[in-house]
């Protein structure tokens, strides 16, 4: 992609800011290449297809019913391993992905670790939600310009849904003291988890179908 300063429009090799601006104004990258906008379309829709079993994967895997949960986790390796297919080819767009990606590669080493060393199990959750972060993150710096609102719905959900993973771990410490109340808190805490990914489908949906347009400048900023 191309770098353009966001004032006097100055193309340029590298950098964030503009040495002809004083370093004042910003770069952002210019999408006017059909290639990385037919890649946009191609792998984003990938996301949202795959989002669809991974919601109820992700569900199942939860429930404290052994071989559900067992078919669930089978599941989610077979979906995640064209979810980081996807992130990877995404990669050389948007640097965020690039770092989703290596987020995601650690949440799969730290959940093996685990397997064998219990607390590691920390660092898996960890790794994911960088994974969340960095992924919600380049989605919405794509759109961040092309459609700010839609830009800042991927931000609006990227809080919510840390917010429900936390509540999900302090729900689960509430449980060993009191077993009843935090089986319901958990069930609403799953809820709301469904909620957020719906949210999630309808997002990329919005986001893949913005680069089918015509327009061929679409810019999102280097943070």
Not at 103 to 131: D, E, G, H, N, R
Request: net charge positive; glycine share 4%; charged share 15%.
């Amino acid at each position: 992609a191309k770098m353009k300063c966001s004032s006097c429009g100055l193309n340029l090799e590298d950098g964030t800011l503009c040495p002809v601006c004083d370093g004042k104004a910003k770069t952002h990258y210019v999408l006017d290449d059909e290639q990385e906008r037919a890649s946009l379309r191609r792998w984003l829709s990938v996301m949202f297809w795959l989002s669809i079993p991974s919601v109820f994967g992700s569900l199942i895997s939860r429930l404290n019913v052994p071989n559900l949960a067992l078919i669930g986790s089978i599941f989610l390796i077979v979906v995640d391993f064209g979810f980081g297919l996807a992130l990877f080819k995404l990669s050389s767009i948007e640097i965020r992905y690039r770092k989703a990606l290596v987020s995601y590669i650690l949440s799969f080493v730290a959940a093996f670790v685990a397997l064998f060393m219990p607390i590691i199990a920390l660092a898996a959750l960890a790794a994911s939600l960088l994974t969340v972060y960095f992924e919600y993150k380049a989605n919405a710096a794509l759109l961040e310009y092309h459609n700010p609102a839609i830009s800042e719905a991927w931000n609006r959900l990227l809080k919510w849904t840390i917010a429900i993973y936390g509540a999900m771990i302090a729900i689960l410490f509430l449980a060993i003291f009191l077993p009843t109340l935090g089986l319901w808190l958990y069930c609403l805490a799953l809820v709301g988890l469904l909620i957020a990914n719906i949210e999630k489908l309808v997002l990329l949906s919005v986001t893949s179908s913005t680069f089918k347009q015509s327009s061929p400048t679409m810019a999102k900023e280097i943070s």
